[in-house]
Each structure stands twice: as C-alpha cells, then as structure tokens.
C-alpha cells in the first residue's frame, strides 16, 4: 500500500483520473478528512471537495509497480526550495 497526495485544478483533470484509475487493476480510495471513498467510482470522487488536497491510497503498487509511474501526473508537486545567500 502506498500514499500519493493528488490536487486537482480542473474538471477535466478529475474526469481524467477517473478514466485513468478504472482502466488500472487493484484498489484505490481517495481521502479527504472522514471521507474515505472508491476512486474508481465516480459518484464518490465527484463528491469530494476539490479545492483540498486529497489522499489517494494505492493498493496494488506490489503486484504492478508500474500504477504509480501512471499516477504520477495527478499527485502534487512539493516545489523545490533555493537556498538564498
């Protein structure tokens, strides 16, 4: 099981990860606070708050390692810090 904080920033992007996650095999939740819901339903994910950060739990990442590198587009980007001075 693996962890992936996704943030979505338009309707076509959570359309997108909708087709992306049912075409792939295993489970998928997506979390928001005391949400917990199947990412590969749509009524579930079209249910959450979007303008928060989500949590998408990955459970099929051991038998087919290749799901996150697929994933990857939808999950945050931790911006990269400069040192000044």
Known sequence: MKKMHIKFTS???VLSFIDCVQD???EYDLVEGQNDIDAKSMLGVLSLDF???LTLIVYADEEYPWVMDKLSKFAVKTPVLQQIG
């Open 24 to 26: 792939l095999p295993g």
């Open 11 to 13: 309707s076509e992007q």
């Open 51 to 53: 303008s928060k950060v």
